[in-house]
C-alpha cells in the first residue's frame, strides 16, 4: 500500500536502527555525483566518491573540479582537507566500504529512441549488490523512468550475497546546474520513496542537517518518487514552452512578451520563474527528461500526457528555428559567407554544461547553411569546442563581435547582459543584435544604433 505523508517531523519506528558514523559511497561523480559527494562530507559523513572515468577521479582526488560550477570548488578543497572526502575509481571497495550507496551515474537518452538508457545505473545498482560484505542501502539518485526502482529491487534480489540485507529506495534530486550546492544544502523538499522504518530513519539521518531547517520531506511508494522527478522536469518545460508560445501571439499582435510575462508573474498562483521567453530549454535534464517520460507514457497507455510533452518539445524545437529563419531574415534571405557572432554556448548562464544547448544548435546550423560563425561564452569554451570543433571560438565577447554581420544573444550571461552597445557598435561591421533570451533593453540598443531583433516583441 502506498504511504504518502508530508512533514518535518522525523517519525521514525521504535525498532529502527541506525549505524553510528555513516559512511557514504557515491556512484557516478559527474554533475549531480560530485556535488552530492562533497555535500554530504560537507554535512558531516565520511563519503567515497567513485566514477568509471579515471581523469575526473584523479582530479577530483587532486581538488579539482572537472566542470563548472560556482561554489564546488571552494568546497571540494574544504571537504578533501578535513580527511572525511575521498574519490576512487574502484567500485566494489566502494560497495564493501559503505552503508549508504547513492546511484547518481547518467541517465541519457537512447540513440534510438526517446528511451532513457537505463544500462549505467543497472551496472552500478548490480556492482554495489554483488559487493556488499554488510547491510546496506542502495539510494537512486538519477532520473529514472517509473517502474525502473521496482525492476531494479528483482535485479539486486538475486545478485546480494547470502547473509547480507540490502534495501532500494528513491531519492530524486532536484538541484539546478548553477546552483547545486545550495541546491543540495538547502532544498526545497526530500522526497523519499519506498522507504521501510529502518532506511527511512537512516535517511533522515543523511538529511538531518536540511531537515533541521525545516526542508519537508515526502514519504512515499517507488512509482511516485520516481514520477515527481519527472513531473516536476516536465512542468518547468511546459511553462517554457507556453510562455514561448504566447510569445509568437505577441509577435504577430504587436505585444511585448517580456512586459506579459512580469504582469503573468505578480499573480502567486503562477510565479514570475520560468516565464522568460526565448531560445528555449537545454541541457542535460529537461529535453531528455520530457522525452523519456513520453516514451514511458506511451508504454503505460497515457496518450494524453505522451501528447502534450510531445507538443511542448515541438515549441521548444521550433524557437532554435525561429531564431535560425530571423537571423536570415536580417541578412536579407542568407547567411551564406556571413560573419556571425554567438554569443553564450553554455544551455544556460552560469555552467560549462553544453548537452543539447540550444545556443550550439542554432551555431551550427548556421554553420551548416555556410555562414562564418564566432562563438564566446565566458566559461563553455573548452566543452563546446570539445562537442563543435568545426566553430571559430574567441576569447570575449568584444573579439567575436568584431567585424560581425548581426550578434545572437543566446545565452544570457551577466557579462552580455551588462554590454554597452555603444561601445560594441563601434567594432561591429554592421550593429544588428538579435537577442533570444529577452534580457536586452531594445530601446537602449536601439538608441545606441543598432537594427534589434527579440523574440515575443515588435520587429526593428
Ligand atoms: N545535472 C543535473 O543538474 C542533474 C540534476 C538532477 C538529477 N540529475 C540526474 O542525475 C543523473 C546524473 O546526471 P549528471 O548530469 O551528473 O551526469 P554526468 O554525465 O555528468 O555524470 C554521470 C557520471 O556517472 C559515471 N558513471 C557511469 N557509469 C558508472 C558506474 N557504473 N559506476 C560509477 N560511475 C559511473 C560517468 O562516468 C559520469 O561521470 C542523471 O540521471 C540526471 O538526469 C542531474
Ligand atoms: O524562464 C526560463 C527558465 C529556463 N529556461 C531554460 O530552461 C533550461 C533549463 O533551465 P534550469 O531548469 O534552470 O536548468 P537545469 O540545471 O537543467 O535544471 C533542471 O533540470 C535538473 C535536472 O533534472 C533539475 O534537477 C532542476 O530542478 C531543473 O530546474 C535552460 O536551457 C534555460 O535557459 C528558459 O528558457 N526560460
Known amino acids: 500500500m502506498s504511504k504518502t505523508t508530508a512533514t518535518t517531523v522525523a517519525a521514525v519506528a521504535a525498532d529502527a536502527t541506525v549505524p553510528a558514523g555513516l559512511k557514504i559511497s557515491v556512484y557516478g561523480t559527474g554533475y549531480l555525483g560530485a556535488t552530492h559527494a562533497v555535500s554530504m562530507a560537507e554535512l558531516g559523513f565520511e563519503v567515497m566518491g567513485v566514477d568509471t572515468d579515471a581523469n575526473k577521479v584523479a582530479a577530483?582526488?587532486?581538488?579539482?573540479?572537472?566542470?563548472?560550477?560556482?561554489?564546488?570548488?571552494?568546497?571540494?578543497?574544504?571537504?578533501?582537507?578535513?580527511?572525511?572526502?575521498?574519490?576512487?575509481?574502484d567500485l566494489e571497495e566502494a560497495a564493501r566500504w559503505g552503508d549508504v550507496h547513492f546511484i547518481c551515474v547518467g541517465t541519457?537518452?537512447?540513440?534510438?529512441?526517446?528511451?532513457?538508457?537505463?544500462?549505467?545505473?543497472?551496472?552500478?545498482?548490480?556492482?554495489?549488490?554483488?559487493?556488499?560484505?554488510?547491510?546496506?542501502?542502495?539510494?537512486?539518485?538519477?532520473?529514472?523512468?517509473?517502474?525502473?526502482?521496482?525492476?531494479?529491487?528483482?535485479?539486486?534480489?538475486?545478485?546480494?550475497?547470502e547473509g547480507v540485507e540490502v534495501d532500494l529506495l528513491w531519492n530524486p534530486e532536484f538541484l539546478r546546474e548553477g546552483k547545486a550546492v545550495d541546491d543540495t544544502l538547502h532544498p526545497d523538499r526530500i522526497v523519499l520513496g519506498g522507504t521501510n522504518a529502518r532506511t527511512e530513519a537512516i535517511m533522515r539521518e543523511v538529511y538531518a542537517g536540511p531537515i533541521a531547517e525545516g526542508t519537508p520531506v515526502?514519504?512515499?511508494d517507488l512509482p511516485t518518487a520516481e514520477l515527481v522527478k519527472v513531473s516536476a522536469n516536465a512542468f518547468l518545460a511546459t511553462k517554457i514552452s507556453f510562455i514561448n508560445a504566447i510569445a509568437g501571439v505577441c509577435e504577430a499582435a504587436g505585444a511585448d512578451v517580456t512586459v506579459l510575462a512580469d504582469a503573468l508573474g505578480h499573480d502567486v498562483r503562477i510565479g514570475r520563474q520560468f516565464l522568460d521567453a526565448g531560445?528555449?530549454?537545454?541541457?542535460?535534464?529537461?529535453?531528455?527528461?520530457?522525452?523519456?517520460?513520453?516514451?514511458?507514457?506511451?508504454?503505460?497507455?497515457?496518450?494524453?500526457?505522451?501528447?502534450?510533452?510531445?507538443?511542448?518539445?515541438?515549441?521548444?524545437?521550433?524557437?532554435?528555428?525561429?531564431?535560425?529563419?530571423?537571423?536570415?531574415?536580417?541578412?536579407?534571405?542568407?547567411?551564406?559567407?556571413?560573419?556571425?557572432?554567438?554569443?553564450?554556448?553554455?544551455?544556460?548562464?552560469?555552467?560549462?554544461?553544453?548537452?543539447?544547448?540550444?545556443?550550439?544548435?542554432?551555431?551550427?546550423?548556421?554553420?551548416?547553411?555556410?555562414a562564418q560563425v564566432t562563438v564566446f561564452d565566458p566559461?563553455?569554451?573548452?566543452?563546446?569546442?570539445?562537442?563543435?570543433?568545426?566553430?571559430?571560438?574567441?576569447?570575449?565577447?568584444?573579439?567575436?563581435?568584431?567585424?560581425?554581420?548581426?550578434?545572437?544573444?543566446?545565452?544570457?550571461?551577466?557579462?552580455?547582459?551588462?554590454?554597452?552597445?555603444?561601445?560594441?557598435?563601434k567594432v561591429a561591421t554592421s550593429p544588428r543584435i538579435i537577442d533570444a533570451r529577452g534580457k536586452l533593453d531594445p530601446a537602449e540598443w536601439r538608441a545606441a544604433g543598432w537594427e534589434f531583433r527579440g523574440l515575443g516583441r515588435t520587429a526593428a
Open 60 to 89: 577530483l582526488a587532486a581538488g579539482k573540479v572537472p566542470f563548472f560550477e560556482p561554489g564546488l570548488p571552494e568546497l571540494l578543497e574544504k571537504q578533501l582537507a578535513t580527511g572525511r572526502l575521498t574519490f576512487s575509481t
Open 108 to 161: 541519457p537518452q537512447m540513440k534510438t529512441s526517446h528511451a532513457a538508457n537505463l544500462g549505467y545505473v543497472e551496472a552500478a545498482t548490480s556492482t554495489v549488490a554483488k559487493n556488499l560484505t554488510k547491510n546496506g542501502v542502495i539510494v537512486g539518485k538519477s532520473t529514472v523512468p517509473v517502474g525502473t526502482a521496482a525492476r531494479l529491487r528483482e535485479l539486486i534480489a538475486g545478485l546480494t550475497p
Open 218 to 220: 515526502v514519504v512515499t
Open 279 to 370: 531560445l528555449g530549454f537545454g541541457g542535460g535534464c529537461l529535453p531528455k527528461d520530457i522525452r523519456a517520460l513520453m516514451h514511458r507514457s506511451n508504454e503505460l497507455g497515457a496518450y494524453r500526457a505522451a501528447a502534450l510533452l510531445q507538443q511542448v518539445d515541438e515549441i521548444n524545437m521550433g524557437q532554435r528555428e525561429r531564431v535560425i529563419d530571423m537571423t536570415m531574415e536580417a541578412l536579407g534571405g542568407s547567411v551564406l559567407n556571413r560573419r556571425i557572432c554567438v554569443l553564450g554556448a553554455a544551455f544556460k548562464p552560469l555552467t560549462d554544461d553544453v548537452r543539447d544547448s540550444p545556443a550550439l544548435n542554432v551555431a551550427a546550423a548556421l554553420h551548416l547553411r555556410g
Open 379 to 425: 566559461e563553455a569554451g573548452d566543452t563546446a569546442r570539445a562537442s563543435f570543433p568545426t566553430l571559430s571560438y574567441a576569447t570575449s565577447a568584444e573579439e567575436a563581435v568584431e567585424g560581425t554581420d548581426v550578434v545572437l544573444m543566446l545565452t544570457e550571461w551577466k557579462q552580455f547582459t551588462s554590454l554597452d552597445p555603444a561601445a560594441l557598435a
